[in-house]
């Protein structure tokens, strides 16, 4: 494995979690409270933010793909991975600014790893390698029984509407990947209410800007 990258200028933060955990709302809480402290953020999110990314996006989540080789997935979210780390992640943290990605690669180390039941340790050298083993300077984890996360969707895409043992398996991928590095990471009870949440992120983060 490379050595670990954090970035010298700017702040890179990561959301991960199963589905439906709030990701999303959170990290455009965060970007607000932010920009209204003066910082530049940029928010963005894996699979498909990059013209490539996009395409990759429909590849791995539209239920039409059907099944795929556990290692052809890993291999589309990694070039994912490598396009927007590249091209997005790294620029923004060169100019100085906050980027808060919604997923990164502990997805892909909590679903294509411990979901699909692949060897971690494989799956962690591959997505290592896509993105210059650049990781943010902290996760949050939303943390939430997979049924409750599920039960947010009318429709599941191709990720989605995988077992519930493979959320299962999911969801305590996030935990142990928090539960080894402790110090990069905050996990929260996703069932709290959304304010609380966020004032409890923003607490962790005040103690990381420059
Ligand atoms: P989302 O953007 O709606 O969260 O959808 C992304 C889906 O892709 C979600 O089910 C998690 C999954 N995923 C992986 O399996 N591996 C990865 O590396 C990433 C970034 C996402």
């Known amino acids: 494995m490379g050595r670990r990258v954090y970035s010298d200028s700017g702040l890179f933060v990561c959301f991960e979690g199963g589905e439906g955990t709030g990701k999303s709302t959170q990290s455009r809480l965060l970007k607000t409270w932010l920009e209204d402290a003066g910082h530049t953020v940029l928010l963005t999110f894996e699979p498909g933010d990059t013209e490539v990314g996009q395409a990759l996006r ?38 100085g600014e906050v980027v808060i990605t919604d997923r990164y690669v502990d997805s892909s180390l909590a679903y294509q790893g411990a979901g699909r ?12 390698w896509a993105t210059g083993d650049l990781r943010p300077h902290l996760t949050v984890v939303l943390d939430l029984e997979p049924q409750t996360g599920l ?14 043992e493979f959320h299962q398996r999911v969801r305590q991928g996030f935990l142990d990947l928090a539960a080894a590095d402790p110090d990069h990471y905050l996990v929260l009870d996703a069932r709290g209410a959304v304010e609380e949440i966020a004032e409890a992120i923003r607490e962790q983060i005040k103690g990381l800007l420059p």
Do not use: M, N, W
């Open 117 to 128: 039941d692949l060897v971690v340790a494989e799956v962690e050298h591959v997505q290592r």
């Open 151 to 164: 039960g947010r969707f009318e429709e599941r895409d191709r990720i989605e509407g995988q077992s519930l």
């Open 58 to 95: 429909q590849i791995v989540l539209d239920p039409a793909t059907g099944d795929l080789s556990h290692r052809t997935e890993v291999l589309l979210y990694a070039a994912d991975k490598a396009e927007h780390v590249d091209t997005v992640v790294l620029p923004a943290l060169a100019r």
